[in-house]
């Protein structure tokens, strides 16, 4: 796919995918990214060897795996597998999903709504600024006149011991 300057209008925005330190495996989400960027109109150098769907003995490129994977059918395929072999897991791994009453039968039609919603409103909702109150993980600074005080005390009871002969001459002598 390649999007071509138009002579009466602007120019394509031309992008390079920069992924840093993450893996690129076939079918990573990363290339799902991308796809929908260069379906958005954005131009970016690419190969369809990376998409769910290329098969690297024919090397042929399979465009309904990769729609099926846009669709969430994967998914869809996986809770039913769950739901056959080992119910515990799928509860488990989809107890979100229970608990919203979404089936694998529902989820192309739930996919193809969010995308329907995100064509029509691009712009996402301003969400609520969370609270957050921050954690010490040290204890406070004393100021000044606190640790002065602190120290005063410590005096206080150190030659109240020495007036009441509790203290030892070898205290009185590594205290001096």
């Not at 119910?87 to 193809?112: M, N």
Request: charged share 35%.
């Amino acid at each position: 796919y390649s999007v071509e300057d138009v002579d009466s209008g602007p120019g394509a925005f031309r992008a390079n995918l920069d992924i840093g330190l993450a893996r690129t495996t076939t079918g990573a989400r990363i290339f799902g990214v991308m796809k929908g960027a260069v379906d958005g109109g954005i131009e970016v150098p690419h190969s369809e060897k990376r998409f769910p769907g290329y098969d690297k003995e024919a090397k042929e490129f399979n465009a309904s795996v990769l729609r099926d994977h846009i669709m969430g059918k994967h998914v869809a395929n996986y809770m039913r597998e769950l739901m056959e072999e080992d119910e515990d897991a799928y509860k488990r791994q989809f107890s979100r999903f229970i608990k919203c009453g979404i089936t694998p039968d529902e989820l192309e039609d739930i996919y193809k709504k969010a995308q329907a919603s995100i064509r029509a409103d691009p712009i996402p909702k301003p969400r609520p600024e969370k609270k957050v109150t921050k954690k010490r993980w040290n204890a406070k600074r004393l100021t000044r006149e606190e640790r002065m005080a602190a120290v005063q005390v410590r005096k206080d009871a150190w030659l109240a011991k020495i007036e009441k002969g509790e203290a030892t001459l070898q205290e009185i002598h590594i205290k001096h």
